[in-house]
């Protein structure tokens, strides 16, 4: 399997611009997650969804932010319009249902917001 | 809400063992993981314990949990320059009926040569 895959990997936008990041999760998992990663905060959970259905979105930061999954195979990360303070690293994440619940995480995307 | 705390920065010399330290709040944690993240990359799974265990080892790295401080470790052994890289302790806790992950700000361990 190659892995969970994002891209792009390096966006640079000006401020107000809308930005969409894209996921494609490990096949056969049922879980996928998107973080932000700063370095003040450390990680931080979004917002993740089972079977395509978002079920916790509580991470949100606010409704500049948006996520879907309209397959199993395919998720984006939609901020609009964005902000200098959106720069970050967007991982996305997946897993499956099972008993250890570990995560494997893609490359992430690097989002400079000018 | 949970809380995971690491330290910020360790510096070895290739060759040493490191020891990399975790401590966590939440004691209904089932399962408990360390990541590793290489610059410019994701995070990656390197092990994890469940919270029943004491000890796991994998080559040359060894979990400790201490369930009564909430305390866990990771030591690696003959650290090499390669080893060098931010590692992150993490806890699962449940949320909406499906565990998620708590993850501390992430320990940069530097190994010289």
């Known amino acids: 399997d190659a892995g969970v895959i994002q891209s792009p990997r390096h966006e640079v936008t000006e401020m107000g611009q809308e930005v969409t990041l894209r996921c494609k999760p490990i096949?056969?998992?049922?879980?996928l997650f998107w973080y932000r990663q700063t370095m003040m905060r450390g990680l931080e959970l979004l917002i993740y969804?089972?079977?395509?259905?978002?079920?916790?979105d509580s991470g949100m930061p606010e409704d500049r932010f948006s996520a879907k999954m309209p397959n199993a195979s395919f998720s984006t990360l939609k901020i609009q319009p964005s902000e200098p303070r959106d720069s970050a690293v967007y991982f996305c994440?997946?897993?499956?249902?099972?008993?250890?619940?570990?995560?494997?995480f893609g490359p992430g995307t690097r989002l400079t917001v000018t | 809400g949970e809380d995971v705390e690491q330290s910020l920065f360790l510096s070895v010399r290739e060759g040493d063992s490191s020891v990399i330290n975790c401590t966590y709040t939440d004691s209904s944690s089932t399962y408990l993981y360390w990541y590793k993240q290489e610059p410019g990359a994701g995070l990656q799974l390197l092990t994890y314990i469940f919270s029943n265990m004491d000890m796991k080892q994998d080559q040359r790295l060894t979990v400790l949990l201490n369930k009564k401080d909430k305390h866990l470790s990771l030591r690696i052994a003959d650290t090499q320059t390669g080893d060098s890289a931010i590692y992150f302790c993490a806890e699962s806790g449940m949320n909406s009926g499906y565990s998620t992950l708590t993850f501390g700000k992430g320990t940069m361990l530097l190994v010289s040569p």
């Open positions: 096949s056969g998992h049922d879980y």
């Open positions: 969804f089972n079977n395509n259905v978002p079920i916790d």
């Open positions: 994440a997946s897993s499956s249902t099972g008993t250890a619940y570990e995560q494997y």
